[in-house]
């Protein structure tokens, strides 16, 4: 199979070149008065770098796989809607099924994941509207879902700068230039999709409850940004959801100035908050197929057992056997989120891609060794109530971790599907180093880490 054709090298560094021009003028324009922008093309440089890399090695390397076939399947939905605009449109609106599969033809090509879940054609659908303004080049469609991507993860970057303004390169690290983000959330496949939506329901969340900022905007951006996650992992959306509902619970009680009332209403707007959000997933069992509810418990024993065959090269771990009940999977928490966050250990790696994994893992894991021995354990827990960003993600980051950790026993999908984790888990980090600093610097006990007040800095 012809991955690469002539008008990826013709158009290609066209597109490449457009992009770095209108990046570099939105820099120079931007930076004297916002100072972060100086990091603005770096993190754009390293998410192209990215893309284009994860094209090279599906093609050269690995001689086929996702992303490769979402293209092919993208371009066969770009063919169609061109020789048959209402058949497109009509396996846009509903996916494709046997029943509509007849649209496409030798000229349009035939899809390779109409046979999967909705999910993995979801991505094909969002691909589609994408590669139209590829002219059918691989390389300029990845190009335009990094730079899309990219978007999103410089609204998370904002929300963290926006909160802890002193800690911009830290948090430039953090959401910007980790390798394996970077690289696994670049190209076209789904975990660049639902990485992008993290990063904008994270901003709209922050802008439309803590700002109170262009709020229909905003409002139709979460609506939207859960929609795709829905559509694709919902999983990452169970994991959004505690930590939104403590961090806007928490923001709004801790500005009662009566104590009493305070403890009162903390507790029942949060059993509030968590009931509804109950109630609204249980009753999305069409939309979430085997991520509902009263299935998701099954689907978790279900993929951890199928990613330990010997089909999958031999990548597999094992955290343990564990039952569809939330007392057994809650058992191996500690486990599951060890393996989310810090493996392949050194010694697990057994291919280029996993090494580099491995080492990334291990760093990962000195950083958090150095803030445990700072804060000596017990000086984490008054900085995780006293703000509410952090709170958020950290309670996504342990989260996430779990849902991985506990429905993934295969190195090669846990390096792709625990990329979300990896951001907000090193900037919590950074954060309570930065805040254990602070304590330090004032003379404050442990439990006394001062409350971090809402930055006025605008918004740009």
């Known amino acids: 199979m012809q991955y690469f054709t002539l008008v990826d090298f013709l158009y290609g560094p066209l597109a490449l070149l457009i992009i770095v021009i209108f990046a570099r003028v939105k820099k120079y324009r931007m930076v004297e008065k916002y100072p972060e922008y100086k990091y603005y093309t770096k993190g754009l440089y390293v998410k192209i770098l990215g893309g284009i890399a994860l094209c090279l090695i599906y093609a050269l390397y690995y001689g086929g796989g ?87 993860t410089w609204k998370l970057y904002k929300v963290f700068i926006m909160e ?64 795709f996650i829905l559509m694709i992992k919902p999983y990452i959306f169970f994991a959004l959801l505690p930590g939104s509902i403590i961090w806007v619970v928490n923001k709004h009680t801790s500005k009662m100035k009566n104590m009493v009332i305070k403890k009162m209403l903390g507790p029942f707007f949060l059993a509030l908050a968590v009931g509804s959000g109950y109630l609204l997933l249980a009753n999305m069992g069409g ?63 057994n291919n280029i891609v996993m090494l580099f994994s491995s080492i990334e893992c291990f760093i990962f894991m000195l950083l958090t060794f150095r803030v445990i021995i700072k804060t000596r354990v017990i000086g984490i827990f008054p900085m995780i109530t006293k703000n509410h960003l952090l709170t958020f993600s950290l309670i996504f980051s342990l989260f996430f971790a779990f849902s991985v950790g506990i429905s993934t026993s295969n190195f090669g999908s846990l390096v792709r599907y625990r990329i979300p984790v990896l951001p907000f888990y090193l900037a919590s980090l950074f954060i309570i180093e930065h805040l254990y600093k602070q304590k330090k610097a004032n003379g404050l006990p442990p439990a006394s880490i001062p409350k971090v007040k809402e930055n006025p800095t605008p918004v740009v």
Do not use: H
């Not at 080049?137 to 990094?146: E, R, Y």
């Not at 394996?180 to 670049?186: I, L």
């Not at 509810?293 to 993929?303: C, G, I, P, Q």
């Not at 343990?320 to 810090?342: E, K, Q, R, V």
């Open 66 to 152: 996702d992303t490769i076939n979402y293209f092919n399947d993208s371009q066969c939905m770009m063919r169609l809607m061109f020789s048959d605009p209402a058949g497109f449109f009509i396996i846009m609106r509903d996916g494709l099924n046997v029943s509509n599969y007849f649209y496409f033809n030798d000229s349009t090509g035939f899809p390779i994941y109409w046979r999967d879940d909705k999910a993995t054609f979801y991505v094909v659908r969002v691909a589609s509207t994408i590669v139209v303004f590829s002219a059918g080049s691989f390389i300029v469609a990845t190009l335009l879902f990094a730079l899309i991507s990219y978007n999103g």
């Open 287 to 349: 939309i979430l197929g085997s991520y509902a509810v009263d299935r998701v418990l099954e689907k978790a024993v279900v993929t951890n057992q199928d990613l330990k065959a010997d089909y999958y090269g031999g990548n597999s771990f094992d955290i343990g056997d564990f039952d569809p009940t939330i007392s057994s999977m809650l058992s191996m928490a500690p486990a599951a989120i060890n393996a989310a966050i810090f493996r392949p250990y050194l010694w697990e790696a």
């Open 164 to 227: 802890f303004p002193e800690l911009k390169k830290e948090m430039a690290y953090a959401i910007l230039f980790i390798p394996s983000v970077f690289f696994w959330g670049s190209g076209i496949m789904k975990d660049t999709v639902t990485w992008t939506c993290v990063g904008f329901f994270t901003y709209s969340l922050y802008m439309l409850m803590i700002r109170k900022e262009k709020i229909f905007g905003n409002i139709v951006t979460i609506f939207i940004s859960t929609y």
